[in-house]
């Protein structure tokens, strides 16, 4: 006779606090009712991750307690487990809806683009999330799980350009994903899908180069990216024929639109000070806006805790910490509002622009002149007026 499995109170607690953060899995069931239904069913998905998740913050309000940072790994198994699951479960839906879809023929065209527009959303506010935290850690099948979760939206130069690029030179003019000061959202995710595929490549030839290796070398993760890819797109083919492959394209370019506008909120503006020879200063917690609204850092896995990733980029999401106002700043409302201001340009800069003066004023008032931060010229060295 087996022994019954058993959950000690500790066990219980660390399960209750990580609960919230397994919400992304009820849009599962949304995905496969608006496949199901389609018609208005087909809105539950941005309705649930852009709507139910700011009225849950609105009633919810903020959290700024911390977690211990020093918390031993084994103690955040139900934390880790989310983003492991995640990578199948993202799979068997695309997948599978994608099979059902084409197969039944039951949703018009028309409904068909638009609940894998909504998939998109999913994938990009969800997979690609879980993918930025599994390619983080240091363990073999975290790092493969997140290339998966990328290849699936035809994304995968992002691990690259995030840890090569993105973290070294954020808010800097070498870093493209920082949005420059008055730069649009429309501007700015035209800019990105053009210079960071090339700003990935160079990153990972350049760390080839520095072992006497060859950009073609077998090492170059390029390689692995196209292979999952590839598999993707071909699995795309043989489900549903080349209607499946427009339709698997059409879910990973909205899952890479809703991925860079959040990447547009997160250092709009902000820029590290130049002091001179091509150095600016390290990297601190005011360089990431930060967002401490409750039920959006539950579905996105405290990414609006943005701050202390780029000052501890090793840090697991459920240590990650809150800063107040002294320390970084700080959005107005969470994610899901901010994204929405952000495909409006005018009322983004209403609300942003000011902000981002006060910043300037409060962190670095010794600089005058913050055009060349803005353009990507040189800025002046340190005491240049």
């Not at 879910?251 to 001179?276: M, P």
């Amino acid at each position: 006779m087996s022994t019954p499995v058993t959950l000690s109170r500790s066990d219980l607690t660390r399960l209750s606090s990580a609960l919230p953060f397994w919400a992304s899995l009820m849009l599962v069931p949304l995905a496969w009712l608006s496949a199901l239904y389609g018609g208005w069913m087909i809105l539950l998905l941005p309705l649930a991750t852009w709507h139910l998740f700011t009225l849950l913050d609105a009633v919810l309000g903020l959290n700024t307690d911390n977690a211990d940072p020093q918390t031993d790994t084994r103690d955040l198994s139900w934390y880790r487990a989310i983003t492991l699951i995640w990578p199948p479960v993202q799979f068997g839906t695309i997948f599978g809806i994608l099979y059902y879809v084409t197969a039944t023929d039951h949703l018009h065209w028309v409904e068909q683009w638009l609940l894998f527009a909504a998939l998109g959303i999913a994938s990009g506010t969800i997979g690609i999330n879980y993918s930025h935290e599994l390619m983080h850690q240091h363990t073999k099948v975290e790092r493969w799980l997140g290339d998966i979760l990328l290849a699936m939206v035809l994304y995968s130069h992002f691990r690259s350009e995030h840890l090569l690029v993105h973290h070294r030179y954020v808010g800097t003019p070498r870093d493209p994903v920082t949005a420059r000061y008055n730069e649009g959202f429309y501007r700015y995710f035209l800019r990105v899908l053009r210079q960071c595929p090339p700003s990935a490549f160079r990153a990972e030839r350049q760390m080839l180069a520095r072992r006497d290796r060859p950009w073609h070398h077998r090492s170059n993760p390029f390689w692995r990216y196209a292979l999952l890819q590839a598999v993707f797109l071909v699995l795309a083919v043989a489900i549903g024929g080349l209607w499946g492959l427009f339709l698997f394209l059409t879910q990973a370019f909205w899952a890479v639109f809703q991925l860079e506008l959040v990447n547009y909120v997160e250092h709009y503006g902000l820029t590290r000070k130049h002091l001179g020879d091509g150095k600016y200063d390290h990297v601190r917690p005011c360089h990431s806006w930060n967002a401490a609204h409750k039920a959006s850092n539950w579905l996105l896995i405290n990414l609006q805790r943005h701050s202390d990733h780029h000052y501890k980029p090793d840090r697991r999401f459920p240590l990650l910490q809150n800063y107040d106002e002294d320390e970084a700043p700080q959005l107005p409302y969470g994610y899901p509002v901010m994204t929405v201001a952000a495909l409006i340009p005018s009322l983004w800069r209403r609300v942003m622009n000011p902000r981002v003066r006060a910043w300037r004023e409060r962190y670095y008032p010794e600089i005058t002149d913050w055009a060349p931060y803005k353009t990507g010229a040189t800025p002046m060295p340190r005491g240049a007026s």
